[in-house]
């Protein structure tokens, strides 16, 4: 694919994630949702499975941000050890893939679990699973979750 191309393609599908994100939530699946429309490969079964990663896993802010989580999944389902190959090796090459997408989230978001984009979005944490709390944190999140999940989308891209 030529360098137009994947810039179209690259701001086609940060579109449609912070679309998806603002519209629907559930960041890995914005994410894992816009690659499949965008570029292809991710099946329906893929976006299922990341469901529970949203909110830092479970919602519960502590783990990896979701965004993050559905673009690592993106590239292994391109790059991932099948099932098939589990005992011929670790398949490094999607590891190195890996580590630059989390190196350009950290980079450009200066964390990569779900309550440290909190604490640096709005400057304080929150119980998602409160519902006062869950409003109060969309509110003053604004546009910034969608905007993640747009860029972890786009960087799949261009790192694909």
Known sequence: MDSKNK???AEAVYQK???????YGCCPQCVLKAIQETVGMVDDQTIKASHGL???GGLMGEGTCGALAGGLMALSVKRGRDADKFH???FINNFSKGRELV???????????CAELQKNFTGKNYDMWNAEEYAQFDKDRGLK????????????????
């Open 7 to 9: 810039n179209a393609m």
């Open 17 to 23: 994630a912070m679309s998806y994100e603002l519209d």
């Open 54 to 56: 949203s909110g830092g």
């Open 88 to 90: 011929k090796g670790r």
């Open 103 to 113: 190196e350009k989230f950290r980079e450009e978001f200066k964390g990569v679990t």
């Open 145 to 160: 979750c969608a905007h993640a999940s747009g860029m972890v989308a786009r960087w799949v891209v261009e790192i694909l």
